[in-house]
């Protein structure tokens, strides 16, 4: 036979704008690693990495589930006694007029599920500037033009409301709302709620509220449910396992719909055509949530304790580097320090890698205003070994800036 020419196969043109910094770095990690260093990984918001166990009894729960063979298919939706405990904490959480609950592959399913049952091509949706990099990756998958609003450093991180308002059209179908955020571990206060509520009901917005680190609280202050301060606007509250019950590998996350029956029922309907399509969720795991979400809560305070401790070591240290500020998170474990530097974050942050071993993730991996600079620190490890890898940052600013 002839022989002929191999043409190379193009990749989708829609995912040149698919980026998911986090982990896009490990490349450079890996070339390190190869050569005979240890990196210290403060790129990954992986508990587990860092010492911090699943509780016992959410183990046992699945590994009984397992043991009586609980291990082919679930319904679409989740089984009913994950389903029933997740309308419990709904109304825990004070969210009422609850319409939908469905179980998904963690909440990066539930992101992607949900966005792609509400958006059409020419539409767009308003996420957060910074955000979490899932959001983004998408919606460039759906061909969906972003439509970032800011968030305010100077406000501790709260939405920029006037740039909200004004980043507003006739195209836009929804809001991201993440709470406690991800990269910057801020808080919405109650009143910023009611604002972002009454733009919603104005235009006819679904609200996204990504409310995965609900109970990662570090102050004595209060998480408030958006959907609690907002029964009437349509709204999906996204939770898991992953950060509040310390099981990131198990992938098990849910949306919780609100909002006027009438109003939602189509939008869940074509929620529920891509559940059926893709099988389910994973199933054992599934029979963790019940005991989650209504067992022991024992292990909460003692994560806190411990995360609020290294959060005012990584806040004190960042403000007394030189070129460096950080606000202090609220809720999560990140921290979004702002550096003052005649180069690009990304830079730094390769820089960082190669030259003291320390991974963190650019901030303009997240997003973030024009002519400023941050990067992202995973604040998990104990205190000796944070203490080691901000030393590292220090001296990296020093040799490289002063």
Known sequence: MPITQTREIAAASRLENVRYAI??????????????????????????????????????????????????????????????????????????????????????????????????????????????????????KLGIPLNAYYLSEEDAWQP????????????????????????????????????????????????????????????????????????????????????????????????????????????????HRLLRARLCANHPEQYAIKPALEGPQDHLPIVCQKLRSRRDLTVKTCNSIPRMSCVSPRGAFYAYPRIDIPEGDEVFVKELILQKHVMVVHGSGFGQKPSTKHFRIVFLPDEKTLAKAYAAIAELMKERYS
């Open 23 to 140: 982990r896009d770095l490990a490349c450079i990690a890996d070339e390190v690693i190869k050569q005979g260093h240890k990196v210290l990984p403060l790129n990954v918001g992986d508990p587990n990495v860092f010492g911090f166990e699943t509780p016992a009894h959410l183990v046992e729960a699945v590994y009984k589930a397992m043991r009586e063979n609980k291990n082919g298919y679930a319904p679409s939706q989740g089984i009913k006694e994950a389903l029933d405990a997740i309308r419990g904490e709904a109304a825990r959480k004070g969210i009422s007029n609850v319409q939908d609950v469905f179980v998904t592959t963690g909440v990066s399913e539930t992101v992607d599920l949900c966005l792609t049952a509400l958006l059409n091509p020419g539409e767009d949706l308003l996420t957060p500037c910074p955000d979490y990099p899932m959001y983004s990756a998408v919606l460039a």
């Open 160 to 271: 920029d409301l006037a740039d909200l308002k004004k980043k507003i059209s006739p195209r836009t179908r929804g809001i991201v709302l993440i709470n406690p955020n991800n990269p910057t571990g801020s808080v919405c206060t109650r009143k910023m709620l009611e604002e972002v509520a009454e733009l919603a009901r104005r235009h006819n917005l679904v609200v996204f509220a990504d409310e995965i680190y609900d109970k990662l609280i570090l102050d004595d202050d209060e998480h408030i449910a958006f959907a609690a301060v907002a029964p009437d606007v349509p709204t999906v509250t996204f939770g898991g396992l992953s950060k509040n019950y310390l099981a990131p590998g198990w992938r098990i996350g849910w949306g919780i719909v609100s909002g006027d029956a009438a109003a939602v029922k189509p939008y869940c309907e074509g929620i």
